[in-house]
């Protein structure tokens, strides 16, 4: 890894932490919530990738922590979507 490599992980790490947090501020806002779903989802995926496609990382603890961090996020997440959903539908019902 050279050091170009590691700012731009650190600015992708900074970008989905702030992402993240505005969510959980708004956790209501339907779009931010999406997008928030999403970098859980491409941070699973790009750790997949390092460990089973490019080999170039092992299941170690350092990896695993990230890897539970998503998959875990991404379930509460989805079961989390389902109330948001019912929310909307029921302030629809009452503006009509």
């Keep these: 890894v050279n050091g170009l490599q590691a700012r731009t992980f650190g600015v992708w790490t900074l970008l989905s ?11 209501r806002n339907r779009t931010l919530y999406h997008i928030t779903l999403f970098t859980f989802f491409l941070a699973l995926a790009h750790f997949l990738s390092e460990v089973f496609i490019y080999q170039t990382a092992a299941l170690t603890i350092g990896v695993m922590a990230p890897l539970m961090v998503a998959s875990f996020s991404i379930m509460g997440m989805l079961i989390g979507l389902q109330y948001l959903e019912v929310e909307a539908m029921s302030q629809n019902k009452k503006k009509n």
């Design 17 to 27: 932490s702030v992402i993240r947090c505005l969510c959980a501020i708004d956790i």
